[in-house]
């Protein structure tokens, strides 16, 4: 089974709107990293969170993490058309992972003008 | 200037064929990656060199064959394609291959088998 799972699986906002996106895993992790993926093209790396950090922020971007729920939130301020992209939560399983990552299935993000 | 880059980008093929994708990158890793993404966009990692060292080799048909030359370049040949194998093929690379550093992807290869 997945490790990281997102939810909602797509979302529609209007330009302008906040938007966030959930993730839940499975095991222990050192950290849960955040990528982008606009059609078509390959991810991006976002945001890093370790899992001994609670909350993290990267220009409009906000991560939070729950370690004891296994959980972690990314929120998007003041979104524009330009953040109309799937969004994944991917974690290393804790350990020595020698960079293995396992990724959800996304959130489909899609922000109208 | 591109960081990771893949070639090619599209592959048509048929079944039974042989073939190969190429990665390359230029950030001065130490680590390369394959995931395939399927048609739900699941992304799940397939291979991963550290210095041309294979370290992850996860559950993948023995079809699918890494070849690192360099720890610049990882490419993937596939042999005896299958229409399962029909997916985007991602190459990634990271500055060392432990899992606190982010990665960085290639533009993807979207393989077609009819």
């Known amino acids: 089974s997945q490790q990281g799972e997102e939810d909602p699986q797509a979302l529609s906002i209007q330009e302008g709107e906040n938007a966030t996106m959930n993730c839940s895993y499975k095991t222990s992790i050192n950290n849960l990293q955040w990528y982008r993926q606009n059609s078509g093209r390959g991810l991006v790396h976002l945001i890093l969170?370790?899992?001994?950090?609670r909350e993290k922020h990267s220009g409009r971007l906000r991560v939070t993490l729950d370690t004891s729920k296994k959980s972690s939130s990314l929120l998007i301020t003041a979104s524009r058309a330009a953040d109309t992209a799937s969004y994944f939560c991917a974690t290393d399983g804790g350990g020595t992972s020698y960079g293995k990552l396992t990724f959800g299935q996304g959130t489909i993000l899609t922000v109208h003008p | 200037d591109t960081a990771v880059s893949q070639t090619p980008k599209y592959l048509v093929t048929q079944m039974g064929n042989d073939k190969s994708i190429k990665c390359e990158q230029n950030l001065g890793h130490d680590t390369m990656y394959w995931y395939k993404q399927d048609s739900k966009k699941f992304l799940k990692i397939m291979f991963s060199?550290?210095?041309?060292?294979?370290?992850i080799n996860e559950t993948v048909p023995n079809r699918f064959s890494p070849k690192s030359p360099d720890k610049a370049h990882l490419n993937l040949h596939i042999n005896s394609l299958e229409l399962g194998d029909s997916a985007v093929y991602f190459c990634a690379s990271s500055p060392v291959g432990y899992s606190s550093y982010e990665q960085y992807f290639g533009p993807g290869t979207r393989l077609t088998v009819t």
């Open positions: 060199y550290n210095n041309k060292e294979l370290i």
């Open positions: 969170i370790r899992s001994n950090e």
